[in-house]
Each structure stands twice: as structure tokens, then as C-alpha cells.
């Protein structure tokens, strides 16, 4: 436990002294994939400039050769000699030094979403999908918290792409916090320009919560999740019961994580994929995933036997969500029982060859390995597995199983790698539909959707306060607005 405190954290970049420098990571935690973008001379320059601005001159020479060591090895310089030795998680409102209350909310979700109960990558400041950003470095940190200690509620901060512009003279009733992340002229949109400009740290992606300081880990999208797996049985199995039914998917880092909570509260029996032992661990040990195996054999049979005892179940598969479809069309194929009903996936597949999703021909950590040696060989490799991937959900679909893709780019990544996965000849319409269109659109077009809120003090009666008014709240919906809403799910 450190002897930091929260007022430490927000007085600025610890200078005098430096804080030691830490030549390798923590083998404790997961860890960003080192990212290699193909930077010349001048780029390299100019990111080492870019990390060096926050600094005074003469700390240069010996924080210059250390930056230029992270940025060689990890593809980007994420300062880790400034990462606060810090019990970093969400702490009530009060404890936080600052002077208005809305300064002090954005300090709990900034650190929140740097938890490492929460975070995907901690210490890479990588909250979820493999490259949502909090902050792009650790200076940052440092210097965002000092800027909230001092806002007030006439003042506005600025943030673009994880760096503070500074305070600025406003009014009461502007915006507090104006945050802008990974704005791209389109003509260097590419994923190769981008990830040159995320290594010389002028640009970041931000993710939808992470680089907005609003992620509240997967309880944010249980709702959401839950009400998916609902409709998708009443849309195509035309069922209200889940019993016996199951959900096949991939993915417990993230958002994802909530794939097993929402299997369970639905009804249903939830398989969720996960090739990180960390990932699945975590899930697990929190209490969102129930069982798990890495066995393929007790998979399935634990499947069956879910099926016919008719109990809602969440079952991990630690492994490659390729090898579990492709089991399971060997398992229809030999018996003529189709094990899955429902099917989808929650890999980052909006980061395809940088750890959003991994290739069945590798286990995890050589293909940890091969991502950052052989990028052009990891990119083929996604592809093929892509292919196999949409070849196994085909021929199960075929046969009456009902997918669906996430919001994750699984069917335009799956395209692009030339999976079959487009309607006849046509090259524009999917032959799977989308979550939002087609499952939650018409819950969606009423208004009514997945909604969350924060205990910002932290007391658990508190809480219970806020879960009560929810629930009294969508009683009265269920009993008395079923011409304006729909019924209580």
C-alpha cells in the first residue's frame, strides 16, 4: 500500500524527487500487446518531443533515452516510471480535494475506470476493447487530476485525445469538462496513420466510456444484454421462456463480461468463449461467470446436461471460440442435435490484429507473441480464422441456430477477410442481422433502453436507495404505461 493520498494525486507531476524508473512491467497484471507502427527518424523525434513537452529542460536527458526505450519496445511511451503506486479505484465523493462537487464526480469515474478490477489493461491506462484509452500516458494523469482539484464552476477544462489543454474562463451553466478524442482528418483515417499518431501522442481512441470517464465496467451493459438475449428468443424462437436454451458467444474482458450475468438473469445457458485465463479468472472470481472448463469434451457435455435440466447456467470455455463452434457442428453432425439456439460474438473486432480478437491456429500466448514479431503473418491468420469461424456459425445456422452480430465489426471484418457471410450476391446486406436494428430497435424507437447510474458517495444504503426508485420506477411502467412503453422484461 502506498503512502500516497488523494491530495498527493492532484498536485501536480512529481518531479522533485523523480519517482523511480521501472524498466520492466508488472507481470502481475495484463498488459497492453506492444504495438509496432513503422516510424521514421523524424516521426520518432517528434513523439519523443510530443511526451518530453510536459517536462522541464533538464529532466530531458534523463527521461529522453527511457521514453525512447517504451516507445522502441511497446510501440508507445506510456510513462511508466509516473504510474502512482496508488490504491487506484473509486473512492466517495468526499474524500476527493477539489472545489466543486462535479470535479470530484469526474475524479471517481477517472479512477474507476484505471481500477484494475475494472480496467483490461491498468497500467497501459486501457479500460476495455483492447485499445479504449483513459488517458494516453501517465503525465497525463498526473496533470488532469491537479487541473479538477482546482476547477471551478466558472471555468471549463479541456481535453483532446487524453491531453489538457488547460482551464478556461466560462459560466455557470457551460460544460464543466469538454472532452474530444481521436479526431482524424478522414483522408489519414487509415489504421496505419492512426496508429502512428497514437505513438506519437496526438491522437487516442477513446472508446465510447473510456476516454470519457464513464465506463462503470460490464454492470453498464447487463440491462442492455439481457433484454438483447430476450428479445432475440421472442424475435426468432418466438418464445417468453429461455429455459434450456442456449446462447453460444465469446468474450469475458470487457463489456463482454456481461454476456454471463445476462445469460443467467434471462434464463438461459450462457457459453462464453474466452482465450485469456486472466480475463475468464477475473470474471469468474467476481462472481459473473459461474463455471468454467477448458476442456472441450466437458464443454459440451456440460451443455447437454444444462439443456436438459433446464437451468440457467454460465459456463466459460477457456479457449478459442473457433474450436468451440467447429466442436459443436461435429457434435450436430454425428447426433442431428442442434446444441445452440442462440449465437453471437463479442471479440474487439474493431481491432482485429492488435489483441481484439485472436486466431484458433495459435494459443494465446504465442499469438501474443507473433502479433508483435509477424504482423503481416498475425493478420493472415486472424483472416483464416475468421473464415472458420463464419464457416461453423453458417452451417449451424443452417440447421436452425439464430445469430446475430454484436456491434463489434464481426461481419465486416469477417467480409473483409472473405468469409460468406453477405445475403446472396448481394455486396452491401449482411446475411446475419444487427443487435440494434433488428433485435433492440423497436424498445429503442419507444424510448426505453438500458440505463445505469452511480452511487457517488459510496454507501451501500445509498445505493439500495437509487435500486429501489429503479424498480418502483419500472413497476409502474409494467403496470400502467403499456400504451407508452413496453412491459417490464
Not at 40 to 68: C, I, Q, V, W
Not at 83 to 108: G, K, L
Not at 209 to 227: N, R
Request: net charge negative; with cysteine.
Amino acid at each position: 500500500m502506498s503512502s500516497l493520498s488523494l491530495a498527493d494525486l492532484c498536485s501536480g507531476l512529481p518531479l522533485d524527487p523523480l519517482p523511480p524508473a521501472q524498466t520492466t512491467r508488472d507481470p502481475s497484471v495484463s498488459h497492453a500487446p506492444p504495438k509496432m507502427p513503422s516510424l521514421d527518424e523524424k516521426e520518432t523525434k517528434l513523439a519523443l518531443k510530443n511526451a518530453l513537452r510536459y517536462f522541464p529542460a533538464p529532466l530531458h536527458s534523463t527521461l529522453g533515452p527511457e521514453f525512447a526505450r517504451e516507445l522502441k519496445q511497446y510501440g508507445h511511451i506510456y510513462m511508466y516510471r509516473f504510474r502512482p503506486h496508488f490504491d487506484m479505484r473509486a473512492y466517495p465523493i468526499q474524500d476527493y480535494p477539489c472545489r466543486i462537487p462535479q470535479a470530484a464526480a469526474m475524479m471517481i469515474m477517472i479512477m474507476n475506470n484505471l481500477d484494475p478490477n475494472v480496467a483490461q489493461f491498468p497500467h497501459e491506462l486501457v479500460t476495455y476493447g483492447g485499445n479504449g484509452q483513459v488517458l494516453s500516458n501517465w503525465a497525463q494523469f498526473w496533470l488532469l487530476m491537479n487541473y479538477l482539484s482546482r476547477l471551478d464552476d466558472d471555468q471549463t477544462l479541456v481535453m483532446v485525445s487524453g491531453h489538457p489543454q488547460g482551464l478556461f474562463p466560462s459560466h455557470k451553466w457551460a460544460p464543466r469538462c469538454v472532452i474530444s478524442n481521436g479526431m482524424v482528418v478522414p483522408n489519414y483515417s487509415s489504421k496505419e496513420e492512426y496508429e502512428k499518431m497514437f505513438a506519437k501522442g496526438v491522437s487516442m481512441y477513446g472508446q465510447m466510456t473510456a476516454g470519457s470517464y464513464c465506463y462503470i465496467g460490464p454492470q453498464g451493459i447487463v440491462h442492455g444484454t439481457t433484454l438483447t438475449l430476450m428479445n432475440a428468443g421472442r424475435e426468432y424462437l418466438k418464445l417468453g421462456d429461455l429455459s434450456g436454451k442456449v446462447f453460444l458467444t465469446s468474450g469475458l474482458g470487457g463489456m463482454s463480461g456481461a454476456q454471463a450475468k445476462a445469460s443467467a438473469v434471462a434464463g438461459c445457458v450462457g457459453v462464453i468463449a474466452e482465450v485469456s485465463k486472466e480475463a475468464l479468472l477475473k470474471r469468474h472470481k467476481q462472481g459473473w461467470l459461474m463455471e468454467w472448463t477448458d476442456n472441450l469434451d466437458d464443454c459440451i457435455a456440460r451443455i447437454k446436461r444444462a439443456k436438459q435440466e433446464k437451468k440457467a447456467v454460465s459456463l466459460g470455455y477457456l479457449g478459442n471460440v473457433v474450436d468451440l463452434w467447429e466442436r459443436v457442428v461435429v457434435d450436430y453432425e454425428a447426433t442431428g442435435e442442434l446444441l445452440v439456439e442462440l449465437g453471437s460474438d463479442q471479440t474487439s473486432l474493431h481491432n482485429p490484429f492488435g489483441g481484439g480478437y485472436y486466431p484458433v491456429q495459435l494459443g494465446f500466448d504465442e499469438a501474443l507473441q507473433v502479433m508483435k514479431d509477424e504482423p503481416p503473418r498475425f493478420k493472415h491468420l486472424v483472416q483464416e480464422s475468421l473464415k472458420r469461424h463464419v464457416d461453423a456459425i453458417n452451417k449451424l445456422a443452417e440447421a436452425g441456430m439464430h445469430f446475430w452480430d454484436y456491434g463489434n465489426a464481426f461481419l465486416l471484418e469477417a467480409s473483409r477477410a472473405g468469409a460468406d457471410v453477405r445475403a446472396g450476391a448481394s455486396a452491401t446486406v449482411f446475411r446475419y442481422p444487427s443487435y440494434v436494428q433488428d433485435i433492440m430497435g423497436d424498445l429503442f424507437s419507444l424510448g426505453f433502453g438500458p440505463f445505469r447510474w452511480v452511487c457517488a458517495s459510496g454507501l451501500p444504503e445509498d445505493l439500495s436507495t437509487t435500486d429501489n426508485i429503479a424498480l418502483e420506477t419500472m413497476e409502474e411502467l409494467s403496470k400502467n404505461g403499456k400504451k407508452t412503453a413496453p412491459p417490464l422484461l
